[in-house]
């Protein structure tokens, strides 16, 4: 390994970054669902032997600063200082992470096989200075720039284009029925269904869980997800679940997030008014 350089990364924003690390999470959940049927050349792969690398060769070295961060925001401040000792060579491997990154935004934008959108803009522009800031200290030398500092230069993401959504006709309505346990074995099915109705043009989206005995972190980061992508669209998402989960969304803050109807097993969900 090459001899270590100090990067301090000054007054980074708490929330900001546990907001990144959020979607981050959630866009590696949703690839875990799908890699497994998508070739080794993906970009769900490539994204997940990237990071996989990263950690690997830096992570090891980074761990107790990292270990600062989750502190701060374990005692709710509002922004903390990094001090990383890293190799010389995580400039070119944090400008290899941001293009990917940028590369998985594309991904996501299209639509067509993911649930999760793209980054929004204030969190591309946190990123750029975060992995940035690797970039200028070591190959550049220059001084440590707060996040504050950073300015209009975060309007270096470029802009956003609204998530690309389905044709849709008014009223039409999909039923998603899903049984059994929901974990990352089985979220896939979920997924797929969710996506046809996507593609099909609902204006509204039942997804009734109601047999659903089990949900794991997977299945829970997947219906926040697939409620994200269709507000942004504009659809409806009518979620149905069984009465025995409903102290696992309360306990997870979930509730008020996905508005769940919570029903016996026996019952069946209320029909609505749209026609299917």
Same mark, same amino acid.
């Given at each position: 390994?090459? $001899? =270590?350089?100090?990067?301090?990364? =000054?007054?980074?924003p708490?929330?900001?970054? #546990?907001?990144?690390?959020?979607h #981050?999470?959630a ?5 875990? !669902? ?10 769900p ?8 690398? @990263? ?15 989750h502190?701060? *925001? ?12 890293? %190799? ?5 491997? *944090?400008? #290899? ?11 996501? +934008? ?6 999760? =959108?793209?980054?929004?803009? $204030? ?6 200075? @975060?992995?940035?800031?690797? !970039?200028?200290q ?5 001084? %440590? ?8 230069r ?6 956003? *284009? +609204? ?11 999909? *039923?998603? +029925? ?11 099915? =979920?997924?797929?269904? !969710? ?21 794991d ?9 697939a ?21 696992l ?28």
């Open positions: 390994m090459s $001899e =270590l350089v100090e990067v301090r990364l =000054l007054h980074v708490v929330a900001l970054w #546990q907001r990144a690390s959020a #981050q999470d866009i590696q959940r949703e690839f875990d !669902i799908m890699m497994a049927d998508l070739p080794k050349g993906s970009v792969h490539q994204l997940t032997e990237l990071i996989d690398e @990263f950690d690997r060769r830096y992570g090891g070295v980074a761990d107790p600063t990292w270990q600062d961060m502190a701060a *925001a374990e005692r709710g401040d509002d922004e903390v200082t990094l001090v990383f000792k890293v %190799p010389s060579d995580t400039a070119e491997a *944090a400008r #290899q992470l941001e293009e990917m990154l940028d590369r998985v935004d594309e991904y996501c +934008r299209e639509g067509k096989n993911l649930l999760t =959108l793209a980054t929004p803009p $204030e969190l591309v522009s946190f990123r750029r200075w @975060f992995l940035g800031e690797f !970039i200028r070591i190959e550049d030398d220059d001084p %440590p720039m707060k996040w504050t500092e950073w300015g209009d975060g309007s270096a993401a470029g802009p956003v *284009a +609204r998530e690309p959504g389905a044709t849709r006709e008014h009223g039409a309505e999909s *039923a998603v +029925r899903f049984d059994g346990d929901l974990d990352l074995a089985t979220a896939g099915a =979920l997924r797929d269904e !969710i996506l046809q109705a996507r593609r099909n043009g609902a204006d509204n989206v039942v997804v009734d869980l109601s047999g659903v005995k089990f949900v972190s997977v299945g829970l980061s997947l219906l926040v997800t409620r994200n992508r269709l507000d942004e669209e504009g659809v409806k998402m009518r979620l149905v679940l069984p009465e025995k989960l409903r102290l969304f309360e306990i997870s803050g979930l509730t008020e997030v996905l508005q769940p109807e919570f029903v016996d097993q026996a019952e069946k969900p209320a029909p609505t008014d749209a026609g299917s």
